[in-house]
């Protein structure tokens, strides 16, 4: 017994020997490969990469996908083809930017805007965050209508993790706003980003414009469902000073060769998804020019489409605009014999990897500014004069995007503007031809002519009555929710349900009124 | 540790005696003649009896029961028979002078009523003190049965042991969990424990995903390395109130290995083992072979045609016309290929060979083993190689002062491994999918003179699986060394100071090269693994053995423990090879190289002491209290006791006599935890791999996910209580044990899924709540037991009933895993069983039951995808094992079954987009009439035909129906067949063969019971908690071949 004790105690005293339980233990929870606190800038370009990217890989791409549902692509493939097919089965496709862009870049840009804007000295750092989460901000409620915008991102500094979602009807109104105090805070004599921002190299002026383009874009939206707001946002933002010139142009730069995350996102989507063999036949998911696009091209002998569009002959590919051939979109989900024969993007222009992403181009400008005059909200200029501006300033893009490869010779472009001047008719008319144009001129921007598609009603595409299609034959009005926010916000996602109306593609959002 | 050793070591020494003294003159008076028989009045044949004082003079009965022994010359010491048989209690006899003939009956055992056994910390206990179940597995259970993964021979062993190996070919994991799933943290497996010291079972780089793409292969756990041979015993302890010594990573249950050890004898003992197996394909699929290749009921007559429609059995009536082309572009009759799965595959092999030398004196014992393990899988190409070393040492230095140590070093070699889940680079996709009238060898050798893919269907995703076979590269290497050191030192009598330091490390390197030239990436792709990994404990007890009173008998032990574990890991990726066909991690024109370098520690105090009172009655009351590096500095250390009984009633109070053993049971422990991961509790941000700028992001989890780390994380707690009843009937030859647990494990730490418009995935929270109650009967009986013929039999069945009672407020569900493009999905169902396999259904009127058509898509409307589809994990487990002695010939015959879950299958799901299945014949011929309502409840009736895919397009929307694929995944198998013939070494004396054994094995052999036509439902592709798809893995095999096992 006395042994015992005396066990008892030594072991006892060994084991007080670590009851100090806990030493070492604050290194051993510090993850040697991060740090505690973030470097705004390099959260900031990250930022601004997400941003610009649709949202991720294959299928998940908003751009990519309304490519098909704007007819400039198609795929044979039913799961590739759901843009231009919109099929039942593969509707889960539209969620992926919602999920994706939350975690990403509005999150990312909270992080940026938690770190500076105590920070007197950098009112530009804070500025330009703030105009680019309203840019992410815009890009999801045109998608989606309703979705969290007040409460989103607080989940770790707020613990939200519920975030409501706002009304479309209110979310303007504040991006708008958004819009206009941080143009106006920006200040040239302040620090800015530099060379962590890869669309103006930090220059206050330049995000200045970037922010009234925005707004005149915003602006414009709401033309069905409030005109008188639509004016006095146009009218601010052609106040305000809009992007007029190449050189102001907000664009993304990208490289082409390095990581994934460096190169042009979109591109980057293209070339795996479908034409990285460049051999015509072996396309990954199947994808080609759809039939539309390229019968449009040639109606109007558009001098853009031996820069953008090439077809296999003899294992080469051939400009030769006659040559040229979209593949229809209703192929049953089978390989078509011809498969060869149909056009795709030119390598050397369209699909440059380390080529920029226009976000906003001088030709759009002029394009919403020609609506705006014949609207009467504008006369700094003609209609006629602006819409021609429009016109040329998009044959430069491609020279932009792709230098010589891209460059339209000038003769081309004259004959071309000559072909296609501004009718006289009714705004409706106009408006067709106005949108049409916006339609040719801002490939491989779906996004912004799906947005125009919906206000406008133009390009007065063709719907695609495919078997199994979700829409009863029509171009969807909207996307869906990804289905984790039925689990995961369940009364929030239902409030937004009861409101807007059904969670499916033919529900209209607040300003796209019938 | 029961006598079996020693009684075979008698059975040796009457052999020895057979063999080397036979035939020397004796007077009569030096043999002494007699019969042993058995309670009943049997004859025992193979008895040994052996002369106390000299245990060299010895011999064995025969058949009839019948012995000689004979005594050394001139012999005058005292004349006392040691007598014993496996299965019966030894006895000693005494022999008056000059009587000649001795007549003995033996008792049957009471070895399972006083067996030894091995319970946490190594610890030996009587097994009727233990308050809880425990089950003991015999080394040569292992051996024979010849599952390179040792875990997987635990299947139908354990009552309340849901153990399966993976179908994932030669070196793959296994999955076992006791008792059910506990917690909702990523890891339910038991602690793996050799000798007392924990070892490292993590699968390198992570488990294989439910959807993963190319590089999502099994790359093996860490119990595949530990060697069959090696093995004395295996002890399962169940759970928390058997486990709670081991803290809280044994709340899972405990798997305790014992390693062989050397034993003191003469000369060097020498045990050899080889065995050679053969593997094959165990199902083929149920295809339609009406319809062949072709789209919309037309063959496929050209390259062009055969191409679009090279996986698709859409075409016309298989009528052996000769207009047919197929992918190789040549003509070939229209004619039905059955043989696909099974000319696809080749048969596999497995050659094992191990050697073991032991040996030493009374204060020095040893025993090394060197084994190999070459193994080649069904899928030509596929390898896996295994080499062991094993030393282990024990010396008594002094009386009091004594060493241990064990050494092992492994060297693994996988070679490409095949992967499940999405199509690319998943070569078993080719025979399942392509078309039922091409045969699968016209695609050979999958590539072109360049040496690029060739084209074999209209979907470069799915590739050509001769392509992956021959030209993708896949091998990891894994060098690993166990070693374990221990000093005890007995500082008073009974009272022993022990220090033990283990250290279980591997080095691991990997590459899964995706090839120049594959259609979906001409430029090729590669992944890599470097990593190391580390498992350190360290451990010091005092234990004491001794009486408080002459009624009283106390046992105590205290200890501390300090472990910790790290990893540096380096997973390298890039794209584009710059070079075309050179593959090299310079030759990438993107490549990154990310860090991941989790430590966890883990200090821990215990006690625990044990009361015997007069062996009547027995109580266990024990302590823990831990420190976990992964919490709260303000709440990172937890105490939890632990109290358990037996109680002997057979002892206490008369029976009758139709009982020869009660004893009573119950035990009730806690035990808590730590969080899984190393990083929980602060937020951090790193760089994301970037070319030029600097990109900075938060840090993401494993999985990729922005997670919400909680700054307040607090340990789980995990509370079980059993209770049990053991019953020996008929002079034990029917036993009966039963037990009932019930395990709550509450404020468990959940990564819970939370909306991703938070800016998060992911948020770590302390408030999971998870139920498992069941229970676990065994049967045992000896219904005959004759001289020659003996008949054992053992039927173990489990229930456990599982609940996730709470994930997070207002949180229904959380999803952990999605099938391949999400059409079905694995989720955490609050109120349901772990792992609920959610999905889709057809919409049904609500009053008719009739499908609701959509008139827009004309398809049935799909419901939402949170319809609860089914468990993934079986309720009930089941296990039958018959053991046949005749003479020199042994059968064991082990079925085994698990009934009530639901398996989701991937491959049926393609194979009906494919037309492959019976199901899509329907309508082909005259069209398939939609009957049922629309939308707004109004009669739909309509025909679709072939005309322009529309048929095809219908079958191939039934994806959209998760139902449709979902099976019950109960099943009965004959798991495991081992006969034997134990040679009559006598003809073979001159080798000194102490003993032969050759054995005929089997393992997987038939499927008696099945729900699932086309696939065996084991067909399990990851060791996670993600169970419940079949996702176009490496088919299931089974295997036979031969044993030897010789001992000189």
């Known amino acids: 017994m006395k042994n015992l004790n005396k066990g008892i105690l030594i072991a006892g005293l060994a084991a007080f020997g670590l009851s100090s339980c806990d030493k070492g233990y604050k290194d051993l929870n510090t993850n040697p490969d991060a740090v505690s606190k973030p470097t705004p800038q390099y959260v900031f370009t990250l930022a601004e990469y997400n941003g610009a990217g649709a949202g991720g890989h294959y299928g998940s791409s908003s751009s990519d996908l309304l490519l098909g549902t704007m007819q400039y692509t198609t795929s044979y493939n039913d799961v590739a083809g759901f843009g231009s097919k919109y099929i039942q089965s593969q509707v889960q496709q539209t969620g992926s930017a919602f999920g994706a862009a939350y975690p990403d870049e509005i999150n990312q840009l909270n992080i940026v805007i938690k770190a500076v804007k105590t920070d007197p000295s950098k009112v530009n750092w804070l500025a330009i965050a703030r105009i680019w989460r309203a840019y992410c901000f815009m890009r999801l409620t045109d998608l989606y209508g309703d979705v969290p915008y007040t409460e989103a991102g607080l989940g770790y500094d707020s613990a939200v993790y519920k975030p409501a979602y706002d009304p479309q009807s209110t979310i303007y109104p504040s991006l708008l706003s958004e819009l206009d105090a941080a143009a106006q805070s920006l200040d040239a004599t302040k620090s800015s980003y530099g060379s962590a921002d890869l669309i103006y190299g930090g220059s206050p002026a330049q995000w200045k414009k970037f922010a009234y383009s925005l707004m005149l874009r915003m602006g414009m939206r709401l033309t069905k469902v409030d005109i008188a707001s639509a004016q006095t946002w146009?009218?601010?933002?052609?106040?305000?000073?809009?992007?007029?010139?190449?050189?102001?142009?907000?664009?993304?730069?990208?490289?082409?060769?390095?990581?994934?995350?460096?190169?042009?996102?979109?591109?980057?989507?293209?070339?795996?998804?479908?034409?990285?063999?460049?051999?015509?036949?072996?396309?990954?998911?199947?994808?080609?020019?759809?039939?539309?696009?390229?019968?449009?091209?040639?109606?109007?002998?558009?001098?853009?489409?031996?820069?953008?569009?090439?077809?296999?002959?003899?294992?080469?590919?051939?400009?030769?605009?006659?040559?040229?051939?979209?593949?229809?979109?209703?192929?049953?989900?089978?390989?078509?014999?011809?498969?060869?024969?149909?056009?795709?993007?030119?390598?050397?222009?369209?699909?440059?990897?380390?080529?920029?992403?226009?976000?906003?181009?001088?030709?759009?400008?002029?394009?919403?500014?020609?609506?705006?005059?014949?609207?009467?909200?504008?006369?700094?200029?003609?209609?006629?004069?602006?819409?021609?501006?429009?016109?040329?300033?998009?044959?430069?893009?491609?020279?932009?995007?792709?230098?010589?490869?891209?460059?339209?010779?000038?003769?081309?472009?004259?004959?071309?503007?000559?072909?296609?001047?501004?009718?006289?008719?009714?705004?409706?008319?106009?408006?067709?031809?106005?949108?049409?144009?916006?339609?040719?001129?801002?490939?491989?921007?779906?996004?912004?002519?799906?947005?125009?598609?919906?206000?406008?009603?133009?390009?007065?595409?063709?719907?695609?009555?495919?078997?199994?299609?979700a829409t009863g034959g029509q171009i969807f009005r909207r996307f869906e929710y990804p289905i984790s926010e039925q689990n995961l916000n369940t009364t929030n996602y239902n409030a937004a349900v009861a409101r807007q109306g059904a969670d499916d593609l033919m529900t209209r959002i607040w300003w796209d009124k019938q | 540790m029961t006598k079996f050793p020693n009684a075979l070591r008698g059975l040796l020494l009457g052999f020895c005696w057979l063999l080397f003294l036979p035939g020397q003159a004796q007077s009569s008076d030096r043999h002494l003649k007699g019969t042993v028989k058995g309670p009943d009045g049997s004859a025992l044949a193979g008895a040994t009896v052996a002369l106390a004082s000299d245990k060299k003079t010895a011999t064995a009965t025969d058949a009839a029961g019948a012995f000689t022994l004979t005594l050394p010359p001139a012999y005058n010491g005292p004349l006392e028979l040691d007598i014993s048989s496996v299965g019966f209690e030894t006895r000693r006899v005494s022999v008056e002078r000059g009587q000649l003939v001795v007549s003995v009956v033996l008792d049957n055992s009471k070895a399972s009523l006083n067996e030894v056994v091995v319970t946490a910390l190594g610890i030996n206990r009587e097994k009727r003190s233990l308050g809880y179940a425990v089950t003991?597995?015999?080394?040569?259970?292992?051996?024979?049965?010849?599952?390179?993964?040792?875990?997987?021979?635990?299947?139908?062993?354990?009552?309340?042991?849901?153990?399966?190996?993976?179908?994932?070919?030669?070196?793959?994991?296994?999955?076992?969990?006791?008792?059910?799933?506990?917690?909702?943290?990523?890891?339910?497996?038991?602690?793996?424990?050799?000798?007392?010291?924990?070892?490292?079972?993590?699968?390198?780089?992570?488990?294989?995903?439910?959807?993963?793409?190319?590089?999502?292969?099994?790359?093996?756990?860490?119990?595949?390395?530990?060697?069959?041979?090696?093995?004395?015993?295996?002890?399962?302890?169940?759970?928390?109130?058997?486990?709670?010594?081991?803290?809280?990573?044994?709340?899972?249950?405990?798997?305790?290995?014992?390693?062989?050890?050397?034993?003191?004898?003469?000369?060097?003992?020498?045990?050899?083992?080889?065995?050679?197996?053969?593997?094959?394909?165990?199902?083929?699929?149920?295809?339609?072979?009406?319809?062949?290749?072709?789209?919309?009921?037309?063959?496929?007559?050209?390259?062009?045609?055969?191409?679009?429609?090279?996986?698709?059995?859409?075409?016309?009536?298989?009528?052996?016309?000769?207009?047919?082309?197929?992918?190789?572009?040549?003509?070939?009759?229209?004619?039905?290929?059955?043989?696909?799965?099974?000319?696809?595959?080749?048969?596999?092999?497995?050659?094992?060979?191990?050697?073991?030398?032991?040996?030493?004196?009374?204060?020095?014992?040893?025993?090394?083993?060197?084994?190999?393990?070459?193994?080649?899988?069904?899928?030509?190409?596929?390898?896996?190689?295994?080499?062991?070393?094993?030393?282990?040492?024990?010396?008594?230095?002094?009386?009091?002062?004594?060493?241990?140590?064990?050494?092992?070093?492994?060297?693994?070699?996988?070679?490409?491994?095949?992967?499940?889940?999405?199509?690319?680079?998943?070569?078993?996709?080719?025979?399942?999918?392509?078309?039922?009238?091409?045969?699968?060898?016209?695609?050979?050798?999958?590539?072109?003179?360049?040496?690029?893919?060739?084209?074999?269907?209209?979907?470069?995703?799915?590739?050509?699986?001769?392509?992956?076979?021959?030209?993708?590269?896949?091998?990891?290497?894994?060098?690993?060394?166990?070693?374990?050191?221990?000093?005890?030192?007995?500082?008073?009598k009974n009272l022993v100071i022990k220090g033990t330091a283990s250290e279980d490390f591997y080095n691991y390197n990997y590459y899964n090269i995706l090839p120049t030239g594959t259609l979906y990436e001409p430029n090729g792709q590669y992944s890599g693994i470097k990593t190391d990994l580390s498992e350190f404990n360290g451990l010091v007890t005092a234990s004491y053995k001794g009486n408080l009173s002459k009624d009283i008998g106390i046992s105590a032990v205290v200890g501390a423990n300090t472990r910790k574990n790290s990893e540096n890991r380096l997973t390298l990726s890039g794209l584009n090879f710059t070079i075309p066909y050179f593959y090299s991690f310079i030759n990438l024109s993107s490549e990154s190289t990310i860090p991941y370098s989790p430590r966890i520690g883990t200090n821990s105090i215990f006690g625990s002491v044990d009361f015997d009172f007069k062996s009547l009655f027995f109580l266990t009351l024990g302590g823990r209290e831990d420190w976990f590096s992964t919490l709260s500095p303000k709440n990172n250390h937890i105490f939890y006791p632990s109290v358990g009984g037996s109680f002997i009633l057979s002892d206490a109070v008369k029976l009758p006599e139709f009982f020869s053993y009660a004893k009573l049971r119950g035990s009730w422990a806690q035990v808590g935890g730590g969080a899984p991961d190393p990083y929980s509790i602060n937020l951090t941000y790193s760089n994301v791999t970037s070319s030029g700028s600097t990109l900075q992001n938060v840090t993401p989890d494993v999985n990729g996910n922005n997670v919400i780390t909680n700054p307040n994380l607090k340990p789980y707690t995990s509370t079980t209580y059993e209770g049990g009843l053991e019953l020996q009937m008929l002079k034990s030859r029917l036993g009966i044990d039963f037990t009932y647990y019930n395990r709550q494990t509450t404020n468990d730490i959940v990564n819970t899924a939370i909306s991703t418009t938070s800016g998060y995935s992911n948020v770590i929270l302390n408030i999971g709540e998870l139920r498992n109650s069941g229970v676990e009967v065994l049967l045992t009986g000896k219904p005959v037991r004759t001289p020659n013929f003996n008949w054992n039999v053992s039927y173990n069945v489990a229930y456990n009933s599982n609940k996730v009672v709470q994930l997070a407020p207002g949180l229904p569900l959380i999803q952990m895993a999605a099938s391949v493009n999400a059409w079905a999905t694995l989720d955490q169902v609050v109120g349901r069983p772990f792992g609920t396999i959610l999905g889709t259904r057809m919409t049904r009127d609500a009053k008719t039951g009739q499908i609701v058509y959509s008139r827009t898509t004309h398809t049935p409307v799909a419901t939402t995808a949170t319809q609860v589809l089914g468990n993934s994990v079986a309720p009930y487990t089941m296990g039958l094992t018959n053991e046949f002695r005749y003479k020199r010939f042994s059968l064991n015959v082990l079925l085994d079954g698990k009934f009530g879950n639901k398996i989701f299958s991937i491959f049926e799901l393609y194979a009906t987009r494919m037309g492959k299945l019976k199901s899509t014949l329907p309508g082909r011929a005259n069209g398939l009439e939609l009957k049922g309502v629309d939308q707004s409840g109004a009669a739909y009736d309509t025909v679709i035909t072939q005309a322009n895919g529309v048929l095809r397009n219908y079958y191939d929307n039934n994806k959209t129906y998760s139902e449709l694929f979902l099976h019950d995944g109960s099943f009965v198998k004959l798991r495991q067949v081992i006969f034997s013939y134990q040679l009559p070494i006598k003809n073979i004396s001159t080798l000194k063969i102490q003993s032969a054994n050759i054995s005929f094995v089997a393992r997987n052999l038939f499927i008696l019971y099945r729900k699932t036509h086309n696939f065996d439902p084991e067909q399990s592709f990851t060791n996670s908690n993600n169970q419940g798809f079949e996702s176009i893995g490496l088919p299931r095999t089974r295997t036979y071949g031969l044993n030897l096992a010789v001992k000189f």
């Open chain 2, 136 to 492: 003991t597995v015999k080394g040569d259970e292992f051996t024979q049965a010849r599952e390179n993964n040792i875990a997987n021979a635990l299947t139908g062993k354990v009552a309340g042991v849901n153990a399966a190996g993976l179908s994932t070919g030669p070196g793959g994991s296994s999955r076992v969990t006791i008792r059910g799933n506990g917690t909702l943290g990523p890891d339910n497996q038991p602690l793996y424990v050799v000798n007392g010291m924990p070892i490292d079972n993590s699968v390198p780089g992570g488990p294989p995903t439910v959807n993963g793409i190319t590089n999502n292969v099994d790359r093996g756990d860490g119990i595949a390395g530990i060697n069959p041979d090696d093995i004395e015993s295996i002890s399962v302890l169940k759970g928390g109130t058997a486990a709670a010594l081991y803290g809280s990573r044994a709340s899972n249950g405990v798997i305790l290995i014992t390693t062989k050890k050397g034993r003191a004898q003469r000369g060097v003992g020498v045990e050899y083992n080889s065995t050679a197996t053969l593997e094959n394909v165990a199902v083929v699929p149920d295809f339609q072979y009406t319809y062949g290749q072709g789209l919309d009921g037309v063959e496929s007559i050209d390259l062009s045609s055969a191409q679009a429609s090279g996986r698709k059995s859409w075409g016309a009536l298989i009528d052996g016309n000769t207009n047919y082309v197929a992918v190789d572009g040549k003509n070939h009759p229209y004619t039905a290929k059955k043989k696909n799965v099974q000319d696809f595959y080749q048969t596999g092999s497995t050659f094992t060979n191990s050697i073991a030398f032991s040996g030493g004196n009374e204060k020095t014992v040893y025993r090394f083993s060197a084994a190999d393990l070459t193994s080649n899988g069904i899928l030509p190409k596929t390898s896996y190689d295994r080499k062991t070393l094993n030393l282990s040492l024990t010396s008594k230095l002094t009386d009091r002062l004594s060493i241990d140590a064990l050494a092992q070093y492994n060297l693994e070699t996988g070679k490409n491994r095949t992967g499940a889940g999405d199509a690319l680079g998943n070569p078993n996709w080719t025979p399942l999918e392509i078309a039922n009238t091409a045969d699968v060898r016209w695609l050979k050798p999958g590539y072109d003179s360049n040496g690029n893919e060739r084209i074999w269907n209209d979907a470069s995703i799915a590739s050509n699986g001769y392509f992956v076979i021959n030209k993708y590269q896949e091998k990891d290497t894994k060098n690993r060394f166990i070693g374990q050191a221990s000093v005890s030192y007995e500082l008073f």
């Open chain 1, 234 to 469: 146009v009218t601010k933002a052609i106040g305000g000073g809009v992007i007029m010139q190449d050189a102001d142009i907000a664009m993304m730069h990208y490289i082409s060769t390095g990581q994934d995350i460096n190169k042009n996102p979109e591109i980057l989507n293209l070339w795996n998804s479908d034409y990285i063999a460049q051999n015509g036949q072996t396309n990954t998911e199947g994808g080609k020019y759809a039939d539309s696009w390229i019968s449009y091209l040639q109606s109007t002998n558009d001098p853009r489409l031996p820069i953008i569009s090439i077809v296999w002959i003899g294992g080469k590919p051939d400009t030769t605009s006659y040559k040229q051939k979209g593949m229809p979109q209703n192929i049953p989900n089978k390989l078509p014999a011809n498969f060869i024969t149909y056009s795709e993007p030119n390598p050397a222009t369209v699909l440059g990897l380390g080529s920029p992403k226009l976000l906003f181009t001088a030709a759009e400008s002029y394009f919403l500014l020609t609506e705006a005059a014949l609207r009467g909200w504008y006369s700094g200029a003609t209609a006629v004069s602006l819409y021609e501006q429009g016109v040329r300033a998009a044959m430069r893009h491609w020279s932009i995007i792709a230098g010589s490869a891209g460059t339209i010779q000038q003769p081309a472009i004259d004959a071309y503007v000559a072909n296609n001047a501004l009718v006289s008719g009714t705004l409706d008319q106009q408006l067709r031809q106005i949108y049409t144009q916006f339609w040719v001129s801002i490939f491989p921007n779906a996004d912004e002519v799906y947005n125009n598609y919906r206000r406008t009603g133009y390009p007065a595409l063709v719907p695609n009555n495919y078997p199994t299609n």
